[in-house]
């Protein structure tokens, strides 16, 4: 795996290490409950009946009340928004999920505050391959657009935004987090 020799050790993408959020977050997915293991899809979603997908294990979770959801054979699934506590490996519920049907997000700031960035498409794309390549499943999804490689990760709390910004120069790569602290 290739990685910047300008960089100091301590500020590569591989060493940052996100603050674990302290308080509740919300989450928008799929929660996919196979046989009594529910976890929470934040990435892609195979559309397939029933849909596979790999997610962040959920502690807590009940269908008990919860309206919006399909079952075939022993999975039950629906795209929800979530409230819960992150560790860093599993989600605990804190609140009854929302269907996604019925929720209505504030949308969040554009972090670029609405400025194209200014990367050339060539660049921004081997960034995005070295970054995928570099932090695999822990990248949800990473696109190119206005100038900027886009990277959604299940969280960060400003360390991997910093490390990008120590590998590939600042604006030129956007971090967004799929949970958000709401606490």
């Known amino acids: 795996m290739p990685t910047s020799t300008t960089v100091p050790s301590d500020q590569r993408l591989e060493e940052a290490t996100p ?20 976890q929470l ?12 997908c ?9 269908w008990d009340g919860v309206d919006g959801s399909t079952s075939s054979g022993d ?13 860093g490996e599993t989600y605990t519920i804190t609140d009854p999920p ?7 997000p504030i949308r969040p700031e554009d972090p670029t505050g609405g400025v194209d960035g200014h ?5 921004l794309s081997r960034v995005q391959n070295d970054i995928v390549g570099r932090l695999g499943a822990d990248v949800l999804s990473a696109w190119t ?18 490390a990008m ?8 790569v956007v971090v967004t987090s799929a949970l958000r602290e709401i606490d």
């Open 19 to 38: 603050e674990l959020p302290e308080g509740r977050v919300i989450a928008t997915g799929t929660v996919l409950d196979a046989g009594g293991d529910a």
């Open 41 to 52: 899809c934040l990435g892609a979603v195979a559309e397939s009946a029933p849909p596979q």
């Open 54 to 62: 790999t997610g962040i294990p959920l502690v807590d979770w009940t």
């Open 75 to 87: 999975t039950t699934w629906g795209t929800y928004a979530v409230y819960g506590t992150y560790d």
């Open 98 to 104: 929302i269907m996604l049907a019925l929720y209505d």
């Open 119 to 123: 990367t050339e498409e060539a660049e």
């Open 145 to 162: 657009d206005r100038g900027y490689v886009w990277v959604e990760v299940v969280w960060d709390d400003g360390a991997l935004q910093k």
């Open 165 to 172: 910004d120590a590998e590939y120069g600042s604006d030129v």
